[in-house]
């Protein structure tokens, strides 16, 4: 490239700018120019305040560890509330500065909004909400006898991601926060015998697909869809208790079939 096409290219670039600036209020430029600079540089969270939910087991339980080795203040919620309080002296031990231990059911409305309320309390912030509490129902639906024993994992893993994002977004606005939703590719690649989760997760993704439209810059979205995890809800189901995966060669085989013969871009990745 010539030292003319050089100068020729950054006179284009500031008249573009300074076009952008006269005709575009200054905030929405600075909104822009936010935008880009989150997409491009790794988020500082040092001393932000997460908060996530289904943090005492599995991916939860590590992404507590992960914003721990960062410097975050961390509000934990899971159920079972003597392996939240372990995971939070974990995290304390790995360099959070506070831990705040709420043991608390996502699929009750009103346990999501104490222990959001209890996270402003104590913090006066909230910075990150991580919606990852979810569990795993694996049957047939032609077997299935009654449906409503599907309730649960509906009420948890769509609704118990609904009612804190709903409590938190004012709280996340003032702080230009960010919403991280855990759902699962079984929301878009399909597997037999989870008709009922592979449901919920569908519907969480779109949840979060479509919040990030009305949203839009205010509070940030960043969903997180992984396969197969090795973790308590997998044990029994897909994985065996030595976490060794099971697997069907036949629908093994009819899956690989059916991936060779579509485009990669016809399939999101893993963390959008």
Sequence with gaps: MTVFSRLAGAALQVSL???????????YVYKLTTYLLGAVFPEDVAGKVVLITGASAGIGEHLAY???????????????EVSLRE???????????????????????????KFVDDTIRYFGRLDHLVNNASIWQVCKF???????????LMDINFWGHVYPTRLAIPHLKKTNG????????????FIG???FYNASKAAALNFYDTLRMELGGDIRITEVVPGVVESE???????????EMKVDQDERDVRIAQRLVVDDDDLPGWCR
């Design 87 to 113: 995971v939070g002296d974990r995290a304390l031990a790995l360099g959070s500065p506070g831990v705040l231990v709420s043991p608390a059911d996502v699929s009750k409305a009103e346990d999501c909004e």
């Design 178 to 189: 960010r919403i991280v939703g855990v759902t699962s590719n079984s929301s878009y690649i």
């Design 66 to 80: 992960e914003y721990a080795k960062r410097g975050a203040y961390l509000a934990l919620v899971a159920r079972r």
């Design 193 to 195: 015998r989870n008709t």
């Design 233 to 243: 809800i997998t044990k029994g189901k897909i994985l065996t208790k030595e976490g």
């Design 142 to 152: 032609e077997e299935v006898e009654d449906v409503n024993h599907f309730r649960t």
């Design 17 to 27: 700018t300074a076009l952008l600036a006269a005709v575009v209020p200054p905030y």
